[in-house]
């Protein structure tokens, strides 16, 4: 890793730059998380990457290996509270047991029951396990784990269409973020 040292304010900040020299799949970084055991997962435009501090693993799509991750291109990332986590990408979710060591995908319908195979923009577990999802043109998508499926949530006629960002507060209320249509949040029938 290279280091740097950037001065803001008299106090000194020192960065290192983990990138393809130094083992990262791929320069495009786009979502980075820590999961309990200490590792940093970095997904890329090109590969899932586990970094232990000294040095990365990576995962990508293998074509014939039903047990590996479905694509490369990965957008989101998100640990839940048994320890798994959940890959978004531009074509789904996966989701990587680190028990077994193995990607499950997870398949996501629309109300007329086709598969949706679009770019995954964020993810969320509320308070109950439940893992939410945002799909690009399609909404959210909430994910039960009782039922070990997930269902398209329907918000109503009057919303705006196109959901840019959510989160869910420590009251369990979601707040929804929509393009151009201002902001909503609920706590009916969630969390």
Request: charged share 20%; net charge negative.
């Amino acid at each position: 890793l290279m280091g740097t040292s950037v001065s803001e304010s008299a106090s000194q900040y020192y960065f290192s730059q983990l990138n393809t020299k130094s083992g990262l799949s791929n320069n495009c970084v786009l979502s980075v998380i820590q999961d309990r055991n200490g590792f940093i997962w970095n997904g890329t435009k090109d590969g899932l990457n586990r970094y232990d501090g000294t040095t990365c693993k990576i995962f990508r799509r293998e074509f014939g290996d039903g047990n590996a991750l479905g694509n490369s291109f990965i957008t989101c990332l998100l640990e839940d509270s048994e320890g798994n986590i959940w890959v978004g990408t531009d074509v789904g979710v996966y989701v990587y047991s680190p028990v077994s060591e193995k990607f499950s995908p997870l398949l996501l319908r629309d109300d007329s029951g086709r598969p949706v195979d679009k770019f995954v923009t964020h993810m969320e577990e509320d308070s109950r396990g439940g893992i939410w999802i945002l799909v690009n043109t399609y909404g959210m998508f909430h994910y039960d784990p009782a039922t070990r499926s997930a269902s398209h949530v329907a918000l109503g006629d009057g919303y705006p269409r196109v959901i840019k960002s959510f989160t869910i507060d420590r009251s369990g209320t979601i707040w929804f973020a929509f393009h151009r249509g201002g902001l909503y949040c609920t706590k009916d029938g969630f969390a």
